[in-house]
């Protein structure tokens, strides 16, 4: 599976991205996916996830109420919606996919053992 994400930019605080992240190679049925960050200097976190059905989602408590996963298989695609942006969403953000055998996200998204990785699009909020 080849993930390519994009959907990035700049935008000023309080404003709205939508991150896409487009599948190749293989459907991503059956596959739970999700969205890392990374800030400069900082660890790689957990942002959201989707299970493969759609039916569960997962959110790290700083996105909750402002970020929603969605995807559409048909279409081989998943998104991020990212409303009231704030300078601390500042990050490359990477897409990802877990091959998961049962619907739902066991003990959570970040928990999930991804296999594959998108390269990452750059989101910068300015204040």
């Known amino acids: 599976v080849q993930l390519q994400a994009s959907g990035g930019g700049l935008v000023q605080l309080g404003n709205s991205l939508r991150l896409s992240c487009a599948a190749s190679g293989r459907t991503l049925v059956g596959y739970a996916l999700g969205w890392f960050r990374q800030a400069p200097g900082k660890e790689r976190e957990f942002v959201a996830a989707?299970?493969?059905?759609?039916?569960?989602?997962d959110y790290a408590d700083s996105v909750k109420g402002r970020f929603t996963i969605s995807r559409d298989n048909a279409k081989n695609t998943n998104y991020l919606q990212m409303n009231s942006l704030k300078p601390e969403d500042t990050a490359v953000y990477y897409c990802?996919?877990?091959?998961?055998?049962?619907?739902?996200?066991?003990?959570?998204?970040?928990?999930?053992?991804?296999?594959?990785w998108g390269q990452g699009t750059q989101v910068t909020v300015s204040s």
């Open positions: 990802a996919a877990a091959n998961t055998p049962f619907p739902g996200l066991g003990s959570g998204g970040s928990r999930l053992r991804y296999s594959y």
């Open positions: 989707i299970d493969r059905n759609g039916g569960s989602t």
